[in-house]
């Protein structure tokens, strides 16, 4: 495993390697939910503008936000600058996985990761990749959608990590690699594989059914009515701050309506003028939003909440994808 990863291992990527703690806890917390491709770019801006865990902890959340859009799941940014803070007030990161475990956003798979490349800590990490390869190799039967199943494989993992500690970073990229490129879901690569003379599942031809999950998650759809109320004179925005948790937690975004008749019932239909629908794939649901575009020259504050931003502002506000993309 080790000698693949230092021959065939992803060297390329813009943190592999590094042992700087802010480093690593960056690309892992972008990677959470999004693919490398897209956190590529992502990675390199916030380094730009956040030089340091010090940086990061020292600017306003609103420009995190901003700097955060379109990379979904908005609570990973308020917990990256909670994080940050925590970590600067700490005077740096911690080195041990269970304190690391201790700061806002930092799941267990993520404090081991930064243990294991960062100060050769001998735990394993379980990401989602990670749990795939080790339930193949070990022909691991249970439900991992069950806590008690999860728990066994974590004891399972790290009763296989290396001896020597200074092993930690390679053997935990080589986990991580594998699982990205050759153990993939769908038609793993087992010719390639270091370690298919030891896979269960590659011996008993069990890859497809492995790593078994019962409980599959269920989409659901959602349809919603969204009002671009827009300032006649100046192209500035009616802009609501969405509450911190559920759905674009804490971004700015337009009111929100949960029927056309509610939105009808408050403004003039003849005035409404609509724009193209938006399909927007969230990993709950599927969202289909209906913008309405009204042309505001009267008052200056036609809503109860929230404020006019003008086109000047924009990049400045954490704002949805889709909503940064239509305007
Ligand atoms: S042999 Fe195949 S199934 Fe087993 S770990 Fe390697 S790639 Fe995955």
Redesign the pocket.
């Known amino acids: 495993m080790l000698s693949w990863q230092r021959a065939h291992g992803r060297h390329a990527l813009p943190w592999s390697g590094s042992r700087d703690p802010y480093r690593i806890w960056l690309s892992e917390v972008m990677l959470q939910q999004t693919q490398v491709a897209t956190v590529k770019a992502y990675y390199a801006r916030f380094l730009e503008r956040f030089a340091s865990v010090q940086d990061l902890a020292a600017a306003p959340l609103d420009e995190v936000l901003a700097l955060w859009a379109g990379l979904g799941y908005y609570s990973r940014a308020r917990n990256l600058h909670a994080c940050a803070q925590a970590v600067a007030a700490l005077g740096g990161f911690p080195r041990r996985a269970a304190e690391l475990e201790q700061l806002p956003g930092i799941g267990r798979s993520t404090a081991r990761a930064i243990a294991a490349f960062c100060f050769d800590e001998r735990l394993s990490i379980l990401d989602g990749n990670v749990k ?2 080790l339930a ?2 070990l022909a691991f039967e249970q439900d991992l959608a069950r806590a008690p199943a999860q728990r066994e494989l974590w004891a399972l993992a790290d009763a296989l990590v290396p001896a020597q500690a200074s092993d930690m970073p390679a053997y935990t990229q080589g986990l991580m690699d ?1 699982g990205a490129t ?3 879901p769908r038609q ?3 010719g ?5 003379a ?5 011996a008993q031809g069990r ?1 497809a059914e ?1 790593p078994l999950k019962s409980r599959r998650l269920v989409r659901g759809r959602r349809e919603n009515w969204w009002l671009m109320l827009q300032r006649e004179h100046d192209g500035a925005v009616w802009l609501q701050q969405r509450p911190d948790t559920g759905v674009w937690a804490g971004l700015w975004s337009l009111p929100l309506f949960e029927s056309e008749a509610e939105l009808l019932s408050q403004f003039p239909p003849q005035a409404l003028e609509p724009l193209p629908r938006i399909d927007h794939a969230l990993t709950h649901f599927d969202w289909v939003l209906h913008p309405r575009r009204l042309l505001w020259a009267a008052a200056p504050s036609p809503l109860p909440e929230g404020r006019w931003v003008a086109p000047d502002e924009w990049a400045a506000f954490g704002m949805p994808a889709p909503l940064k993309k239509m305007l």
């Open positions: 795939r390869v193949r190799l594998l050759l153990c993939t793993p690569r087992c390639e594989c270091p370690v298919q030891l896979c269960q599942a590659q890859q492995l």
